[in-house]
Structure formats: structure tokens, C-alpha cells
């Protein structure tokens, strides 16, 4: 994540706020860990647009260890939640290794399906500018607006500022592979 080279004060705010975009369920603890609960139906647009949101920190990004699973237990405190989601998570995290993103459920199927997908569209995530990140992050946030209203949110002046930095960022494509892994993981989780 770079966290420790970057002001807390700066980054915090935006990571809690597109983890509350997402989820009302999760925690930030150890200065720059987390963990959260998130719907099958929203998982993709969040892990997109959390890297967007910390892309667009010069040097910030963020990996994740995704477990998808049962839910046996719940806590208030997201922390002292149980089932194989939060077992697989942890062993998601603990074997990321490079890549900045793993998956593990009990179908090592879609397992191999999501982390090959995944992985090479954070390699396109890993590539944006600051002001790439900046774009997506309101795309993501703002589905339905038009490039006008788009440029507005994030205090740009120039439309084609704002469509060659989403086509450089390859929005379209990202777009797409939070649809077919969304569609994917309903079809197998």
C-alpha cells in the first residue's frame, strides 16, 4: 500500500469512505489494514474503486485478500466475525505474495476463473496516473452521470481531458470485468 510513506490524515478519509460506499461492515486496524463484508453483487465495483480511490495517492494502492464463504457468526465488531469467508480471507492475504489481489473459496474453479481475471485487470488498475484514478473513481461512484457532470465532481475543465484519461484507464474494460466476474461468482458461490 505505501501507507507508511503517505499522510494518514490524507488517505484514511478516502479509504473509509469507499469502504462505506460499499459495506457498513468493516474495520480499519494496525494503521493501514482492513477488513470488510461485502455483497457478491457490490465485491468488484468495490475492489475497483478502492483501487482507484488509493491510485489516486501518488504511489497508494491497495491488495486484498478476498475470501468468499460462509458467514456463521456475527459481531458488531467485524473483527470477532467467523465462517469460512473470514478463514479464506486470511489465507487469501497470507498467500498474496506479488500480486495485489487473491481469491479462495471452496471452488478452486472459480478460485482460478476470478484470480486470472482479476490479476490482469489490476495490472491495467496498477498502470493509472494519479488523475487516471481521479476519473475512474467518479466513474465508478457516479454510474449514471454523464462526462459533464463527471467533470464537474472532480473540477476538471476540458471533456476530452476526461474521456482520454477513462480510455487510457481502460474504463470500458474494467466495466466489463466487474460484470462478468459479478455474474460469475452468482453463478458458483
Known sequence: MHSRSQEIGLWMPELEHSLRLHTQRFDVFRGDSFQAEVAE???????????????????????????????????????????TAFVYSGEAFDRLGKESILFRSENEELDEFLNLTTSLACLIAEQWTVNMAESVKAALENPEASQQELLEIIGRKHQSQLSLELRKANYAKIQQVIRYCTQELRKHA
Open 41 to 83: 453483487d457490490q465485491l468488484f465495483t468495490a475492489i475497483f474503486h478502492l483501487k482507484a480511490s488509493l491510485r489516486s495517492f501518488e504511489n497508494m494502492d491497495v491488495r486484498l485478500g478476498i475470501g468468499i464463504g460462509e458467514i456463521s457468526y456475527v459481531d458488531a465488531d467485524i473483527k470477532k466475525a467467523s465462517g
